[in-house]
């Protein structure tokens, strides 16, 4: 297979796609096609100016048709994580890492984010879908077999088996009916007891199976590049093939009638998911099999970080805050604190309406109140030139709302310090004081400017895999 890098968010010719992926102008057109039909690759037109753009703008969008030579367009991914499709493995890395074009150890340590930041939602996604058809994805599946596999084992089955005078569990019945005593002062003796003792069963048709699955799709993966990018050991349990199992309707009806009888329900989602890679059939080089594991949208990852080893605040209930001075009779104990922000209210109708300003993270540290917005951007900030790339002015008005919402709670809880910030992603591996956002119409209000801060990602990434909570100071705000 053929392993090609692209950056989140970088513009892309034609050319470029097509010397990357090393085939055809058809072959490329194939592949950009697909990647578009799935939201993952977004075309805009041709220019200098978009080639130094690091946003993509819903507006700059072009619907198009992708035709051979067309040089008027550029290709922009949208995309972080792995997607395999026509023999071609693409690992794609975030925005912010501008200075590698093969970050490796970086992207490693972002799919363990990714895996964190997806495993809440239970679910296995075998299915790709898009706004024109659905597929298999079938990367999904293999990693939830190779996973699964290191966390509970392979697929096993039990039976019970009777033994005389065994360390299992005593069958007074069978013993009492089927065996000779002796007596002794009118008691029975009973020399042979019968035992019963649960084994596993080695040869079982399905724990066999699922061994021969987990060898295949360990092989997939490796032959693709993958398994040292997901830190996964190979899996190398039997020799033996697909075809030692009977023809796929037969194994799909082995399968069919092991579910109708079991209800371990780990072993129901394991024979669900072999079921659907057999029905599939399919394999990671097939020229039509576009298989992925990652975001569309990884600043709602970034935002799940920063909010973890911040220690969001947010969604507590008030009565479980650690506050400066203790909650005043006027607030619910179990109203939480982004419920405090009010809501407008629409005066024809009398009513309030339900959306309203919605902080990204709060965080309370002894006598501080910081309002943090989690911003994925790759701000250009230096002394003396204009912003490129910032957050835009409705971010930073938000901002200081945000305070102002808050402002009486603050003060009647006697927070000393109230901190504003914005958190941007950075390659480095130190924290970059970029100054503050500021208005001063709304500074004169007494509201705090904002703060700029760019966080090594490593670094934040590092606590987020680890569950650990950093240390706010590290910030120095």
Known sequence: ???????????????????????????????IRKLKEYG???????????????????????????????????????????IVIAGRVLKCYPKYLLNKDEPKDELRQVMKVLEKYNSREQIIRMFNDSSESSSFNLLAVLLFLI??????????????????????????????????????????????????????????????????????????????????????TEIDLTDEEMDEFGEDDYILYRIENELSSQFNTRKQLVLKTIYAYIARSGNLYDIDCLSMFGSNSFNLVWEDVCADIMDNQLEKQLGTLKLPKPLKSIYETDMRLKELIERPVWTITGVKANDTLVPDIISIAKE?????????????????????????????????????????????????????????????????DKGEASMQMLSLLGLQNIKVRFLPATLAYEYYITGRKMDISILDL
Request: proline letters at 2%.
């Open 147 to 232: 996973q699964d596999y290191y966390e509970n084992g392979v697929y096993s089955n039990t039976e019970d088996i009777i033994e005389s005078n065994g360390s299992g569990e005593i069958l007074w019945d069978k013993t009492i009916n089927e065996t000779f005593s002796l007596l002794s002062h009118n008691r029975p003796y009973y020399v042979d007891l019968q035992t019963k003792k649960r084994v596993k069963n080695d040869f079982d048709y399905f724990k066999r199976l699922h061994e021969c699955i987990l060898t295949r799709a360990s092989q997939e993966m490796k032959d693709a590049d993958l398994l040292d990018l997901f830190e996964i």
């Open 40 to 82: 993952i690759l977004k075309a805009v037109r041709a220019s200098e100016t978009q080639r130094d753009m690091s946003e993509l703008i819903d507006e700059d969008i072009e619907v198009t048709n992708v035709e051979v030579g067309g040089n008027e367009y550029l290709y922009v991914s949208t995309f972080v994580g792995v």
């Open 1 to 31: 297979m053929i392993s090609v890098y692209l950056r989140e968010q970088k513009r892309y010719t034609q050319k470029d796609l097509c010397d990357r992926f090393k085939c055809t102008e058809d072959k490329v057109v194939f592949i």
């Open 368 to 432: 501080q109140f910081i309002i943090f917005d989690a911003k994925y951007y790759i701000a250009k900030l230096d002394p003396g030139i204009a912003p490129k790339g910032q957050p835009g002015i409705e971010s930073v008005t938000k901002q200081y709302l945000y305070q102002l919402a808050y402002q009486r709670f603050i003060k009647e809880h006697g927070f000393k310090v109230v901190q504003n910030c914005f958190l941007m992603p950075t390659e480095g591996d130190t924290v970059i």
